[in-house]
């Protein structure tokens, strides 16, 4: 007959392996450096953000390229920011454009072009601008403001 009895000492829990422990922490620490995009352009141009009343999120921010127009520092004309460099009006559809080719599959696609501009810009900038991201066929574009109820 097969006996039940429990010859053995109790052992308890064994201990926990963590000789991977530090490859599992170093693979993921890769992983999210290589997925991170951290992408920061240092401002050239002045802006105060204008108020707004009716204002939504930016769903896909991976889709976004953001255009900054004001006044340089220590400058009173008005000037646009592509990346870190003074443009003119008539290098906006190049450069989104170029962005544009950059972007992968589905963001290339739902490409938004958000306009930062100080709220004492002339309007005639901003249709210049327009104009030339409908030459770029860039027809999604977004205003930034904040919200006056804060």
Known sequence: MISFRNDHKSKGIPGLNTAALP??????????????????VPLKVRYQVP???????????????????????????????????????????????KEQATMLGEDSENMT????????????IISAIKQQLRKAEALRVNYSAINDKQ
Do not use: C, W
């Not at 707004?52 to 889709?63: D, I, N, P, Q």
């Not at 004309?77 to 592509?82: E, M, R, S």
């Not at 072009?113 to 005639?124: H, L, P, R, Y």
């Open 23 to 40: 490859d599992l922490i170093f693979t993921v620490l890769f992983f999210f450096m290589i997925v991170t995009h951290m992408r920061s």
């Open 51 to 97: 108020e707004g009343t009716e204002l939504t999120r930016l769903v896909h921010k991976s889709a976004v390229t953001y255009i900054y127009v004001g006044k340089p520092f220590g400058q009173d004309a008005t000037k646009i920011q592509l990346n870190d460099k003074i443009a003119d009006v008539a290098d906006v559809a190049p450069y989104v454009r």
């Open 113 to 124: 072009v958000s306009i930062k501009a100080d709220k004492n810009t002339e309007m005639g």
